[in-house]
């Protein structure tokens, strides 16, 4: 026990001590791959963070629908691999990317809490199909033109998607979505935003041939599925005398609880999951140079523009994906333009 001058001593230190404010956001401890695996709130796959962008003001994010898969012949663009240079076969995603329309500008401040909206300006023409996913404000509504530059540190654009104008979207609700406008000083955001309100934006304003993007979509949902497949664990032994698709033991007799680490039965998939460090291999606006005879299986004709990925992205086919500025930069490494030699367009129907 400590004696009432040891008390005293101890709280005059606790006193002296100077403590740092607690900081206003952190990046997730751990990987979302793991738990909790439950189904993801919204199809809109969401970004929490955003890359310092080097260049002039430029949109730092776009969005399209996923075609289908395919491969291609490219020269080995990969200075580590071991074919670097040569000829080889690798496997491509295609999405679709239609012009994506800017219904808003938003301005933040940096508060103890986070970003807090600080005013937001919307366009004076806004589509009809936005009254299907959200109330269409009214003409000036939302407006604030005294906003003072000097507080405001990050600018963002409303956007909205145009799935009407793309065959293999059978809808016509918009997805709405924040995208970040980075580079240039506040001031320079602030008019290069405003330049874009009610207009429209392509793929090519966000990213060029051989750049590195991260991918963010929603799994194909599985449903409900037992512990085997959920999780991977092993099979029990054959002698066991109830199951063997089963956990083992849901833990020892203290605590008195299931922990959330035991591996049990339960919903697989739909999880907003996101993939870093994708290749851009082509944007092309010629839609029908990639499609393959008869179309893509259950999406159909590719009629906008499309971006070309190397490798697979998260989610099924029809699926929103959304595309940001690779954040980690020390293997994000832009090269040359990548050289397409082949690209498949043989029918995938009965594959």
């Given amino acids: 026990m400590y004696s009432r001058i040891q008390k005293l001593e101890r709280i005059e230190r606790f006193e002296m001590e100077e403590f740092d404010m607690p900081k206003p956001h952190r990046p997730k401890k751990g990987s979302r ?5 439950k189904r993801a709130r919204n199809e809109t796959p969401k970004f929490s963070s955003w890359p310092e962008s080097q260049d002039g003001p430029r949109i730092q994010g776009f ?15 990969r200075p580590s691999s071991t074919t670097s240079g040569q000829e080889v076969q690798v496997p491509i995603t295609i999405i679709e990317t239609p012009p994506m329309k800017v219904i808003a500008v938003k301005f933040y401040r940096r508060d103890a809490y986070g970003f807090k909206t600080m005013g937001q300006i919307w366009a004076k023409k806004l589509d009809k199909e936005l009254s299907r996913r959200v109330p269409v404000p009214k003409k000036g509504a939302g407006t604030k033109a005294d906003i003072k530059e000097v507080e405001v540190e990050d600018v963002r654009i409303l956007v909205q998607t145009m799935p009407k104008i793309v065959s293999g979207i059978p809808k016509k609700s918009p997805e709405l979505m924040e995208t970040r406008i980075g580079g240039g000083t ?7 935003a405003k330049g874009l309100l009610g207009k429209d934006i392509e793929i ?20 409900f599925q037992g512990h085997t497949k959920r999780w991977g664990v092993k099979l029990l032994d054959h002698k066991n005398s109830k199951h063997r698709r089963m956990i083992g033991t849901l833990g020892p007799k203290s605590p008195g609880y299931v ?14 999951r996101t993939e870093y460090n994708k290749r851009v291999l082509k944007i ?5 140079e990639i499609t393959p005879n008869g179309g893509f299986l259950h999406y159909g004709v590719v009629n906008n523009s499309y ?17 940001r500025d690779a954040t980690r930069s020390q293997r994000a490494v832009d090269v040359e333009i990548p050289e397409l030699t082949y690209i498949s367009t043989e029918s995938k129907q009965g594959a």
């Fill in 186 to 192: 506040i001031s320079e955001r602030i008019e290069y």
């Fill in 307 to 323: 971006i070309i990925l190397h490798g697979s992205v998260p989610g099924p086919i029809k699926r929103l994906i959304r595309l």
């Fill in 204 to 223: 090519g304003d966000f990213v060029k041939d051989g750049q590195m993007v991260d991918v963010a979509a929603v799994t194909t949902g599985k449903g």
């Fill in 259 to 272: 922990r959330p680490t035991v591996p049990q039965a339960g919903q697989m998939g739909y999880h907003q």
């Fill in 63 to 77: 969005a399209g629908y996923k075609a289908g898969m395919s491969h291609a012949f490219i020269i080995d663009y």
């Fill in 284 to 288: 092309g606006e010629d839609g029908s």
């Fill in 33 to 37: 791959g793991y738990s909790p695996r």
